[in-house]
């Protein structure tokens, strides 16, 4: 597959395989992504009969944890928060583990349990993190939950829960190696942080674009609006 790339202000977007990508950066602080779990899941749920788009497909590289651990022995001791399947063993070198308190609207699961896996793990690695000392289980940051109503990929996290995990982690340049549809990459912009994202499927890449263009947009329309951006 060809490689692109495209520079929106603060933001740089890569179109290809990260492995690849990765020894050619330089300059990254921190790492914040959701990289494939391993599980080679594959949504089969519908609403009322109505299924995503996405439904039935697989994640590239999903198939196992090859890519997510390469990123890991990438990143070395910078500060990583990296999302993960409790069904799949944790990451080399992991420090603590969040839990992101989904809310009632996610998880079906297994149908014949009485609960439902409304939560995700956060693998917390490297060094260099700041903030107040915060509880591990992070409520209120739930996202949006059907496609129709705005979500655009099968595994999207809010920008709320990405500028939250942002602000934990220090320096300037923030690489997400597995970007999706840019949920990371938005919240860098609305962080005023420098972003770099990957994501191997052009369907996605061309929604992270889309969205980080409106995001941009949106961010500098003050400044156009009191005539000070110049």
């Given at each position: 597959?060809?490689?692109?790339?495209?520079?929106?202000?603060?933001?740089?977007?890569?179109?290809?395989?990260?492995?690849?990508?990765?020894?050619?950066?330089?300059?990254?602080?921190?790492?914040?992504?959701?990289?494939?779990?391993?599980?080679?899941?594959?949504?089969?749920?519908?609403?009322?009969?109505?299924?995503?788009?996405?439904?039935?497909?697989?994640?590239h590289?999903?198939?196992?944890?090859?890519?997510?651990?390469?990123?890991v022995?990438?990143?070395?001791?910078?500060?990583?928060?990296?999302?993960?399947?409790?069904?799949?063993?944790?990451?080399?070198?992991?420090?603590?583990?969040?839990?992101w308190?989904?809310?009632?609207?996610?998880?079906?699961?297994?149908?014949?349990?009485?609960?439902?896996?409304?939560?995700?793990?956060?693998?917390?690695?490297?060094?260099?993190?700041?903030?107040?000392?915060?509880?591990?289980?992070?409520?209120?940051?739930?996202?949006?939950?059907?496609?129709?109503?705005?979500?655009?990929?099968?595994?999207?996290?809010?920008?709320?829960?990405?500028?939250?995990?942002?602000?934990?982690?220090?320096?300037?340049?923030?690489?997400?190696?597995?970007?999706g549809?840019?949920?990371?990459?938005?919240?860098?912009?609305?962080?005023?942080?420098?972003?770099?994202?990957?994501?191997?499927?052009?369907?996605?890449?061309?929604?992270?674009?889309?969205?980080?263009?409106?995001?941009?947009?949106?961010?500098?329309?003050?400044?156009?609006?009191?005539?000070?951006?110049?």
């Amino acid at each position: 597959m060809s490689e692109s790339r495209v520079e929106i202000g603060p933001v740089t977007l890569y179109c290809g395989d990260c492995l690849k990508i990765i020894p050619t950066l330089s300059g990254i602080d921190a790492i914040v992504t959701d990289p494939p779990y391993g599980i080679n899941f594959a949504t089969n749920h519908s609403v009322d009969g109505v299924r995503a788009s996405w439904f039935g497909k697989t994640i590239h590289g999903d198939e196992n944890l090859a890519a997510r651990d390469a990123i890991v022995r990438w990143a070395g001791d910078r500060p990583t928060l990296m999302f993960g399947s409790w069904k799949m063993p944790k990451p080399e070198g992991t420090r603590a583990v969040l839990i992101w308190d989904k809310g009632p609207q996610f998880g079906m699961g297994d149908l014949s349990l009485p609960w439902k896996p409304s939560w995700e793990e956060i693998y917390v690695i490297g060094k260099g993190f700041a903030g107040k000392r915060d509880e591990g289980v992070i409520k209120g940051r739930s996202g949006v939950s059907w496609e129709s109503k705005g979500r655009c990929h099968p595994n999207e996290k809010p920008v709320e829960l990405m500028k939250y995990l942002l602000r934990k982690t220090l320096g300037e340049i923030v690489l997400d190696p597995f970007m999706g549809s840019g949920s990371t990459l938005e919240a860098c912009l609305r962080t005023g942080r420098k972003g770099v994202g990957i994501e191997k499927d052009p369907h996605y890449f061309a929604i992270a674009c889309e969205r980080i263009r409106k995001a941009w947009a949106e961010e500098n329309a003050p400044l156009y609006a009191t005539g000070e951006a110049g």
